[in-house]
């Protein structure tokens, strides 16, 4: 007997079906990551991505030159400035997007100010720098947002740093100022985090600051060139916090640091031509420490893992002669999903998604065949009781693959033909009693199929507001009623009656 499987995640809520999706499966007997590319658009100069962020609702934010893109999975909506739309962003250059504990969104601009999303209307309220008001953001170039333990929204600009309150909305402004050494180093600020003991981290041009919320002061630490174990470089780009006690800290042309800061001493890992194994490149765009404990590191020459226990830098490059690599060298950020995909945003190459795959041989389609698969993009697998692969597609239909005798079959809509399938966007495909396939699609379906009369049956989901939604998964009780998990919530078909039950 077979055993079933699924190479999506597991899921329990149904919009999280966004978080593992791929737009591109290759299928790999290798223990090496393979990367998948996803250009947003045609144009290569607005490739270049900046930041990415996958809210509460599973949905991925991309922040770009020429304005902020939100994927769904399947497509992506652009969002961008319209000079007579007060509810538009203010400005299509995106720096940073977070979401609050609220689940309210957060868009920083780089002249457009802070922008809070409204998701029930889609429109943006900005917040922009008023000379006349003292309260007000103290620079509209926004480089970074980030929220406290307190809830407290830390912004930084090219004009200092802000504490903002969504209460009242007024913003609290910490500045450089040369006659006191206690403020901060420097106005224009890259990176904010706190850390486990709750102080703040300020990574600027000029130095890394350590802010005491309860004294207000702030505690610099700087490049000295008598002290070997200081920061190497005052442009700090980017922070993340490691082990207790100690922070990563990538630096423009001095590397990477990690601070004790209980010793308050700088550890420094740089790039070495004689050493493979050393930090790829000195100019650090972005790091990122995943779950496993390994820090990833974005660089002007490609893309690191680093484990911080034996202390090698493992290197991603692009390679022109293979598509399955980096699109570009300058990594510009990473993100990490709830499924453990990595997320890369590059210079102009677009986002690329780091998977690693174990299990198949290289499965791809091929125009020339009829027997191939029909589309690459695949987004669920099957493997049946009898040993058949179901694989569902976006926009190629079903296909089940026989591995006895190497082909496809293809099952794709037909409008002339009731009984085939309903769309050729499959979301989800499971075995039920009796040797039906339970397949969901993305357009809001179920379809029963029976492999001895070779039709399918279909079901529409019962409309809300004048749209269905699709059929994220299906699970087939004792009694053989079907339980689907929608973006309309949960649903209960009962086969008898032919009838849906929302709840």
């Not at 420094?268 to 765009?285: G, K, R």
């Not at 049946?384 to 079959?409: A, H, M, R």
Request: net charge negative; aromatic share 14%.
């Amino acid at each position: 007997m077979y055993s079933h499987f699924r190479v999506k995640c597991t899921v329990c809520f149904t919009v999280f079906f966004i978080l593992c999706f791929t737009p591109s499966l290759i299928l790999a007997q290798t223990q090496d990551y393979r990367i998948y590319r996803i250009p947003i658009d045609q144009k290569p100069s607005q490739h270049s991505i900046h930041s990415i962020y996958q809210d509460s609702r599973g949905y991925l934010w991309f922040g770009t030159g020429v304005g902020l893109y939100r994927y769904d999975g399947f497509t992506f909506t652009h969002f961008k400035h319209e000079p007579f739309d007060s509810g538009s962003i203010s400005e299509n250059f995106v720096m940073c997007i977070i979401e609050d504990s609220d689940e309210t969104l957060w868009i920083g601009t780089y002249g457009g100010g802070l922008n809070r999303f409204d998701r029930p209307t889609e429109t943006f309220e900005s917040y922009q720098y008023d000379p006349a008001q003292s309260t007000s953001l103290s620079n509209d170039r926004v480089q970074v947002i980030y929220q406290d333990s307190r809830k407290f929204l830390w912004i930084g600009t090219v004009g200092g740093m802000n504490k903002f309150d969504p209460e009242t909305k007024n913003f609290k402004h910490y500045q450089y100022d040369p006659d006191d050494p206690n403020s901060l180093c420097h106005n224009e600020v890259n990176v904010i985090l706190e850390d486990q003991s709750g102080d703040i981290w300020v990574g600027t041009n000029d130095g890394l600051a350590k802010f005491d919320s309860e004294n207000e002061r702030f505690t610099t630490y700087q490049s000295d060139p008598e002290n070997s174990q200081s920061l190497p470089n005052n442009m700090v780009r980017c922070i993340v916090t490691g082990r207790a006690g100690f922070i990563w800290v990538g630096t423009r042309g001095g590397g990477l640091s990690r601070f004790n800061t209980e010793e308050e001493i700088f550890d420094h890992y740089v790039h070495d031509p004689a050493e493979d194994s050393s930090l790829s490149n000195n100019e650090i765009f972005s790091l990122h420490l995943d779950r496993s404990g390994i820090l990833w590191i974005g660089t002007a020459n490609g893309l690191n893992s680093f484990n911080p226990d034996d202390e090698i830098f493992n290197h991603y490059k692009n390679d022109p002669t293979n598509p399955f690599s980096l699109s570009k060298n300058e990594v510009l950020c990473i993100f990490e999903d709830r499924c453990g995909i990595l997320w890369i945003g590059t210079d102009a190459g677009g986002i690329n998604k780091l998977d690693k795959n174990k299990r198949f041989s290289h499965l791809k389609q091929d125009v020339s065949s009829t027997n191939s698969l029909s589309h690459n993009a695949i987004f669920t697998i099957l493997e049946d009781s009898q040993g058949f692969l179901w694989l569902g597609t976006v926009g190629g239909g079903l296909n089940c693959f026989d591995p006895t005798k190497n082909i496809f079959t293809i099952f794709r809509h037909d409008p002339q033909d009731g009984h085939s399938i309903s769309s050729d966007k499959i979301v989800t495909v499971e075995e039920g009693s009796e040797g039906l396939l339970l397949i969901g699609t993305y357009s809001g379906e179920l379809n029963l199929y029976d492999r001895k009369t070779k039709k399918f049956k279909t079901f529409e989901i019962p409309a809300q507001d004048d749209d269905r939604h699709a059929v994220i998964t299906i699970y087939e009780d004792r009694e053989k009623c079907l339980w689907l998990g929608t973006f309309n919530g949960l649903m209960l078909f009962d086969r008898e009656k032919n009838s849906f039950t929302t709840y």
